[in-house]
């Protein structure tokens, strides 16, 4: 059995190699000879699966290791009887962690408490859930949008994007792509939504570029209402708008979920599932995969505060390390995806032990996500 993988998947030569023959390939374009003899494809978001890709191919199972699957054609794919698994929330937490880096960023330069501000979050699924988590164990106030879930019936506080728009001082979105139906999301940011926000407001997009009309958010941001935005994501990519990013505050190259964490845990999904696929079910324990990260313990003392906080999530992950690179080499063709390929390894907040002498830091930091411990 001929299996191919995306070459940036890691571990994934070293897992599917127990199930048939790995070939490692560039997921950008895919070479397309290399699926004459494929019987499962392994690919990420940058890898459109569809008709054209797949007609005529032996393939019967496509994984993908992401959270967001706009880049596949599932129903084509059904209809084809060929075998299909995402990965759901594999690097939810990475993303959470990408907002938060940035937001205390913005609160140091601006001189603001995270804690003083409302933020809005749109899409409550697997992100938008942990980050809501990790805010109110802040003392964060939250605004929840997710239409979806309201019309679902679920448990929780729903409202309006409208109420977000008018009321939140933040609004980030974590929405998958549906370009049309009841729930579309292509352009839910766009030039009357901006005309709309306040003065003053932040705006973060690590979903999909094409949820905001990046021209539209050009124009606002060249115009004379304060707004702030950070991006991880455009439309389109790889080939971002250069004005944009430099109006943008924090810029990064889709990269919002690329934890080891996350990457690991996408690869391991999908392996999962296609073991199951084809009748040799096998479980993967992140932990028999990941190295030891570079810091593995501090001592913290006294109460948490937020300049604390944002020095402490330093060690572990800032966003600016991935904003400096981009503004470096944007523009320049291949560049882009190189910053991913080549993506220096970065750690989940998990994977520092955080040794506290007061009870409450302890406990707060275990909330958003530490592994901390009372001394
Ligand atoms: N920048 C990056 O590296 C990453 C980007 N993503 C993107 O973020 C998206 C969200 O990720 P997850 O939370 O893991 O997905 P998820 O599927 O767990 O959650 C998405 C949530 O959005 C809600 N939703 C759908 N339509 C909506 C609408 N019109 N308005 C408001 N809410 C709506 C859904 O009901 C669901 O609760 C993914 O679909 C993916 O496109 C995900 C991971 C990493
Ligand atoms: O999981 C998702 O959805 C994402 O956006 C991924 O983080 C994107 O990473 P690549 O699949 O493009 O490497």
Known sequence: MKILVDENMP???ELFSRLGNVQAVPGRPIPQDALNDADALMVRSVTKVNESLLAGKPVKFVGTATAGTDHVDDAWLASAGIGFSAAPGCNAIAVVEYV????????????????????????????GSRLNARLEALGVRTLLCDPPRADRGDA??????????????????HTPLNMSGPYATHHLVDADLLARLPADRILINACRGEVVDNAALLD???????LTAVLDVWEPEPDLSLALLEK?????????GYSLEGKARGTTQVFEAFSQFIGQPQTVPLDSLLPAPEFAEVTLSGALSEAKLLRLIHLVYDVRRDDRPLRRVAGKPGEFDKLRKF???RREWSSLRVICDDATTADVLKKLGFNSQLK
């Open 11 to 13: 571990y994934a030569v």
């Open 100 to 127: 938060f880096s940035s937001l205390l960023i913005l609160a140091q330069r601006d001189g603001f408490q995270l804690r003083d501000k409302t933020v809005g979050i749109i899409g409550v699924g697997n992100v």
């Open 156 to 173: 929780g506080e729903f409202w309006p994007l409208d109420k977000l728009v008018a009321e939140a001082d933040i609004l980030t979105f």
């Open 220 to 226: 606002a941001l060249s115009g004379n209402k304060k």
């Open 248 to 256: 943008v505050a924090i810029g990064t190259a889709h990269i919002a």
């Open 343 to 345: 993506y220096e390894e």
